[in-house]
């Protein structure tokens, strides 16, 4: 598998594996089958996992199949959806997190650790939920002068090697965050041929992924792209229960002549979707969900094929689909 540079951490598989399928928070699937994912996924190259005790058992799993004893050169991160607490509670909720994600995987430290809530200005009012947009989202200055000093803290501490950002959030303040003093050693960002995240999206400006994926590179912020299939909207049916007002439900329909195409040109819309995803420029690594060996095995095949051709790209983003 091709492998990319990734900052810190020296370089870094072109797939990283991510935690909310083999959490089992993606669709249907067993344990044994999870763990039975993860080792073919380092088996076929794979050196980073993307988890989070939001994901449901994904951490637990990661511990035990390792015991504390990860394989050389897999590496591993996690998250902390933080808000805005008190202020007096910033320092304690992130290490309290890390700490619990830490026993919970039997390891004495991440690679990474993100801060895995929308980032917004103080006055900022989102246009879905704002009574509840401080469970979701951190006030910039909470940000800059409370999480960013822990996360050094940490670092220091040995707890983390390095920290990043989940790059969803409102886009003039991802930008602000990627350009600041101190800024994230890396940053998810939305990568799919929607430019959607779906029902991570609770603001109303415009979403603008490709500029924030620019400003990443532009500031030597290392990429994981996340959402290359839209939470299932990019893929030929989605495998679990969504009303009709969902915006991943509005997603998979607003995507259906991207699944004509796909049926014209013979290809599984999963992975044309993952393939356009890595063509992105500045994706330096593309974050799965899968939940089973099966899924697995077609985004490595769809990997090896290399970048799609300029052509078809074109072909793709002719058909008018990006929010």
């Not at 933080?82 to 992130?94: I, R």
């Not at 989605?238 to 014209?264: G, Q």
Request: hydrophobic share 40%; net charge neutral; with cysteine.
């Amino acid at each position: 598998m091709k492998k990319n540079s990734f900052g810190p951490l020296g370089t870094v598989s072109a797939l990283t594996l991510g935690g909310g399928g083999i959490g089992q928070g993606w669709g249907e699937t067993s344990r044994e089958e999870c763990v039975a994912t993860i080792k073919a996924a380092m088996d076929a190259g794979i050196d980073l996992l993307d988890t989070a005790p939001m994901y449901r058992n994904c951490e637990a799993i990661v511990g035990e199949t390792f015991n504390g004893r990860l394989p050389a050169g897999l590496r591993v991160t996690s998250k902390c959806a933080l808000g805005t607490p008190a202020p007096s509670a910033v320092e304690a909720t992130l290490t309290s997190s890390i700490e619990a994600s830490l026993k919970a995987m039997r390891l004495d430290h991440v690679d990474i650790f993100f801060l895995h809530s929308n980032i917004c200005d103080d006055d900022y009012v989102y246009a879905i939920r704002p009574d509840m947009q401080d469970n979701f989202a951190t006030r910039w200055s909470v940000y800059a002068e409370l999480v960013i000093p822990t996360f050094e803290k940490l670092k220091a501490a040995g707890k983390i090697r390095s920290w990043g950002i989940t790059a969803s959030g409102v886009p003039d303040t991802i930008i602000r965050a990627l350009q600041h003093d101190m800024k994230p050693a890396f940053a998810q960002v939305v990568t799919n041929l929607l430019d959607s995240a779906g029902s991570l999206r609770r603001y109303a400006d415009p979403a603008r992924p490709r500029d924030i994926l620019k400003t990443a590179k532009e500031q030597g912020v290392r990429v994981l792209g996340i959402r290359a299939v839209q939470a299932g909207a990019l893929t030929a049916t989605v495998d679990r229960e969504l009303s009709a007002n969902n915006p991943d439900r509005k997603d998979y329909e607003r995507a259906a002549p991207f699944r004509a195409l796909c049926r014209e040109l013979g290809e599984d819309p999963a992975v044309l979707a993952h393939r356009y995803a890595l063509s992105m420029p500045g994706v330096d690594t593309l974050i799965l969900g899968v939940k089973n060996r099966a899924e697995l095995a077609q985004c490595v095949e769809g990997e090896a094929k290399g970048p799609l051709d300029p052509a078809l790209m074109a072909r793709i983003d002719d058909l008018g689909l990006r929010v």
